[in-house]
């Protein structure tokens, strides 16, 4: 990480706190220093002891990575107004496009994936503006990879054309002491799951999954989960995944290792010709709500009640309808693209307008 020496030196006093997790991640998780040279700028969560967890679908690999992130305050708000700007000075480069925003729990610090010149770089930025690449040259790091990606290779005629390697992580997320990965598979039946404990000791090919598509009327297993988070429907850890053209569904996490196959349930449609961005999981006044930003459809707040009874739709939700779980549309937030969660009362959103440059800031969760 690029630091002056003011910050460096804090950074060696505090590594001699035995109480600071950070200094010790490296030795208890296994990280080794060295250099790590990202393909694609892909999903980002973090672990414990700030450990952050980077997708990189181009090179199907997981990676783990000591950020060494302290802070002298927690972070409590973002306003920045011009963040392609900011993005670009960091990189010395222009900023072409963002993969995924996370923010440290601990510090309150926000971690951006990038591409600028055809270069990956992970960008951090705390709530005073102040922005700085990782250097990723000699940092402590562990790494996974998927054991049965696709082929890196363009396949398909006309609009169906593509690499289906850069849909090998779609989205990530750690929870007790898992990392959970959607995206691709090689194969049939392509939609999948996977789970790699951590420490990283092992592949996992995880399970293939089939959902039933109200917009289309037919059940499918080709496309891959788009974001998702995990979340506890009573005793059972479940994933809440979100698709192209707009369903959420339902995945019970404890049968991931344990079959091939399985068949998800559709909880809601929410609207055809859209795509869901991000999502994420808050509480208020005692109950559950997910806040999922959307290509064509704006943010939704999302009900969770009466979830774990839904037995999903099983008809065809016909001429961009919706059905299942209820939903409003948070007006006061426009052109979202990136969420993560600040806090317990606040989110870290990534603003697009059209034409405008990318923005950044704090708002009140809804």
Known sequence: MIRSITILSAVLTLCLTPIDETCEAAELYGLQRGELQLKSAGSLTFGPSGILFIGDAK????????????????????EIEDLSAKLSGAVNASAESIGDLAVNPVTGNAFISVIASEKVAIIRISSDGKIQQLDLSNIAHSSVSLPNAPEDKEVGEGRRRGNPRNNSITDLAYTSGRVLVAGLAAGESPSSVREFDFPFNENNAGMRVEIYHAAHGRSEDYAPIQTFVPFNLGEEPTLLAGYVCTPLVKIPLNQIKNREKITGTTVAELGNRNRPLDMLVYQQHGKNFLLMSNSAR????????????NTGLTERVANGGVAGQPY??????????QLAKLGDHHALVIQHSEGGPFAMRSVELP
């Open 59 to 78: 090179a199907a690999k997981i990676y783990a990575i000591n950020t060494e992130d302290v802070a002298l305050a927690k972070a409590e708000s973002y």
């Open 328 to 337: 409003e549309t948070i007006e006061s937030l426009q052109g979202v693209v």
């Open 298 to 309: 704006g943010v939704m707040k999302i009900s969770t009640d009466d979830l774990e009874s």
